[in-house]
């Protein structure tokens, strides 16, 4: 057991950095299940996590296959379909692209579609691979992990994780697939693995066939068209398939390209529309801005941007902007924000993740790139709906603004103590019989001469507010050396007592 434990971290070793869980929280679905919570707990994995989850323990582990270096052994297609998934099919279709990949089934019973390498090579590879098989298997909107090609894991970034195959290996539900549907065992997947792990040398030069038109029909369409028309377009499909055809004919033939594309639906779709509607079709491709849907089905499935920008009658000026995929929460007070766009990474405050301008500007720092124009309201739903599921990875205590507060307000206390009550009236804090007193006015003026507290995200009323609820301070009126005086009072035990978190990430909720 402990070769397969080394030989299984080996295949699926990397960030040393971090590691991601998904664990049950105390919340339930209308379906009466609970509710999962993810997290990226920043620390290295160890062997004896590997172990936990072969032994089937939880949480499962979730590894961040992009490592220090920006390298991988291995990346993944992760297609989020689970209704009845057809495990066979994808690997049908993979054996005749002859592809090495493994297809395991994921717990939601969606596919996780592995490429490997014997040792690290550079993500920005992986993915670019990735992405065309993607593409030619008819899933190039899903997820590709690592989804960055880099990530600067020095200022805090740590990448995206994905829940390792084989959780409980001995009756796992995430197991790789044999070609005729049936689950590998854990051995079985080592010996597939084995067969097909490239070497970096080999991913650098695997090269994906590209789909060819034997007619002249389609001579320097986007790949995703030439894709689409091999696979004949069926129901439900031809429609938007056949706007797309539009878009290709008009910008092939300026003039005439109407009637012609009678002819392509009556040669792809299956069975072919009704003229009337075809000729509504064109109406509706010349008389608007006309460019590819790129985004609508049946299309999206089989883009491929890098090879379409090159076609004589691809995207072209159209290219579709760039997206932002993922934001990842560091939970430090105030909280940092590492949001994924394209390929790259880029980190924000919350003030420039808030404004779009504000944020293009950090992108044009960061990855060479401005964020086309976007508005307010649009960018705000937008960035609502991505911070929903934003993954929290954990930051320092000493971040944390509770923790900061009670080392300044120490500091404050021990740094000059007064000798009696007097020492109030000097700005000293005093402390006598557990009770430790000070002036909020001379304790403000501390944090202000000592410039070490964020003033204007948390000013005095704030400030004073969290003296009464993290250490039941309490002002009290009162008069000293026949002056009238208030001041606050607080428990040395407050003072000292350590401060717990409600729930701690390393802990799940349910055992």
Known sequence: MVDMID????????????YGQTRKTDE???????????????????????QDHLDGKDPALGIIPINEKNKCRWACIDIDQYDG???????????????????????????????????FAPAAVFRSRLKEMAA??????????????KVDMTKGGTGSFLNL????????????????????TLEEFFVEYDKVKLTEDQLTELTIEEEK??????????????ALAKKGIGKGHRNNATYNFGVYLKKRYPNGWKGKLHHYNNTYCDPPMEESRVDDVANSVDNKDYQYKCKDDPIVNYCNAKKCVMQEFGIGDGLPETEIKEIQKY?????????????????????????PDKFSLKCLEQINQAMPPVAKLVWRKAINNLLKNALPIEAPESTKIDVQLKEILTDYVTRSP???????????????????????????????????????????????????KQFNAEEIGGKINKKSVRYIQISEVELNKPIIRAKKIEDPPFK
């Open 165 to 184: 195959p084989y959780h409980n290996a001995n009756r796992s539900l995430r197991y790789a697939v044999k070609d005729d549907g049936s689950a590998m």
């Open 28 to 50: 339930f679905d209308d379906r009466g299940k609970h509710k999962t919570k993810s997290f990226i707990i920043k620390r290295e994995p160890t062997p004896q996590m590997f």
């Open 85 to 119: 998934f057809d495990h066979k099919q994808l690997i049908d279709q993979i054996k005749k692209h002859k592809f090495p990949l493994i297809v395991c089934r994921s717990k939601s019973g969606g596919a996780h579609v592995f490429l490997f390498t014997n040792d």
């Open 331 to 355: 939970e430090s007070d105030p909280p940092l924000y590492y949001v994924t766009i394209g390929d790259e990474q880029v980190e924000v405050d919350s003030i420039h993740l808030h404004d």
């Open 7 to 18: 030989k299984f971290i080996h295949i699926f070793s990397g960030s040393s950095s971090a």
């Open 213 to 226: 038109d034997d007619t002249d029909l389609l001579k320097g369409a986007p790949p995703c068209l030439v």
């Open 136 to 149: 030619k298997l008819g899933y190039a909107n899903a997820e590709i992990f690592p989804k960055q090609n």
């Open 418 to 468: 007064g000798k009696d009550f007097n020492s109030l009236l000097l700005g000293q804090a005093y402390t006598e019989k557990g009770k430790t007193y000070f002036k909020f006015k001379d304790f403000w003026k501390f944090l202000m001469r000592t410039k070490s507290w964020p003033e204007k995200r948390y000013p005095k009323n704030v400030t004073a507010r969290m003296l009464e």
